[in-house]
């Protein structure tokens, strides 16, 4: 009996320091696969419309810019813990870029908001972390090029160009203010530092 008991705790000991271990794990990488690059938001008064009816239209927009591979769906996101409500987001992905676009309705307007995401590989993260040598090396194996830079901006110009076309064929429909040339700029945070 008193072997059983020893097994027991000694099991339990070994499995709660390996969830321990994976939770630190997945925090680790999860907080660092994905660099904000970029986002926008604004808000339509007094206009009503599902988040559905939004991404419909914003689909058949950038479907319609002709970009290979782009991998559209629809998401729920967590408004906070796991145990929080979720909200349903438009996920844009192509290459290493994530594009999730939030449209819901708030008081009597419409919010629309997006966070331009760029996705670093496991093994950049891993290398980085390193001792000493990691963010050197990880500079020096994984460059920051003009391409990648190119990119991003090929990528946002495009999104945020159908995002701000969506919306402006909804404001001239309805009747509604366009947004101003200060409301219709992205926010970007500089990512990819040399």
Same mark, same amino acid.
């Given at each position: 009996?008193?072997?059983?008991? %020893?097994? +027991?705790?000694? =099991?339990?000991?070994?499995?709660?320091?390996?969830?321990?271990? $994976?939770?630190?794990? *997945?925090?680790?990488?999860?907080?660092?696969? !994905?660099?904000?690059?970029?986002?926008?938001?604004?808000?339509?008064?007094?206009?009503?419309?599902?988040?559905?009816?939004? &991404?419909?239209?914003? !689909?058949?927009?950038?479907? #319609?810019?002709?970009?290979?591979?782009?991998?559209?769906?629809?998401?729920?996101? *967590?408004?906070?813990?796991?145990?929080?409500?979720?909200?349903? &987001?438009?996920?844009?992905?192509? *290459?290493?870029?994530?594009?999730?676009?939030? $449209? #819901? /309705? +708030?008081? *009597?307007? =419409?919010?629309?908001?997006?966070?331009?995401?760029?996705?670093?590989?496991? +093994?950049?993260?891993?290398?980085?972390?390193?001792?000493?040598?990691? #963010?050197?090396? $990880?500079?020096?194996? =994984?460059?920051?090029?003009?391409?990648?830079? %190119?990119? #991003?901006?090929?990528?946002?110009? &495009?999104?945020?160009?159908? +995002?701000?076309?969506?919306? %402006? $064929?909804?404001?001239?429909?309805?009747?509604?203010?366009?947004?101003?040339?200060?409301?219709? !700029? /992205?926010?970007?945070?500089?990512?990819?530092?040399?």
């Amino acid at each position: 009996m008193e072997e059983i008991l %020893d097994f +027991v705790i000694q =099991f339990g000991s070994y499995f709660l320091f390996g969830i321990i271990v $994976a939770i630190l794990l *997945k925090l680790i990488i999860s907080s660092s696969i !994905k660099e904000h690059h970029s986002h926008w938001n604004t808000l339509i008064d007094d206009f009503k419309s599902s988040p559905k009816e939004f &991404y419909d239209l914003l !689909k058949k927009e950038i479907y #319609a810019n002709g970009i290979k591979n782009v991998h559209m769906k629809e998401v729920r996101l *967590k408004t906070g813990n796991v145990f929080s409500s979720s909200r349903l &987001y438009l996920r844009i992905e192509w *290459k290493e870029y994530q594009y999730d676009i939030c $449209a #819901a /309705p +708030v008081g *009597k307007g =419409f919010f629309i908001s997006y966070w331009l995401l760029y996705k670093n590989s496991i +093994v950049k993260i891993l290398i980085g972390k390193f001792p000493f040598i990691g #963010a050197w090396l $990880a500079r020096k194996l =994984f460059p920051v090029t003009y391409y990648k830079m %190119d990119t #991003a901006s090929m990528f946002l110009s &495009y999104c945020h160009s159908s +995002v701000l076309k969506v919306l %402006d $064929a909804i404001t001239n429909e309805k009747g509604l203010r366009s947004l101003s040339e200060s409301e219709r !700029k /992205p926010v970007l945070n500089n990512i990819f530092k040399r």
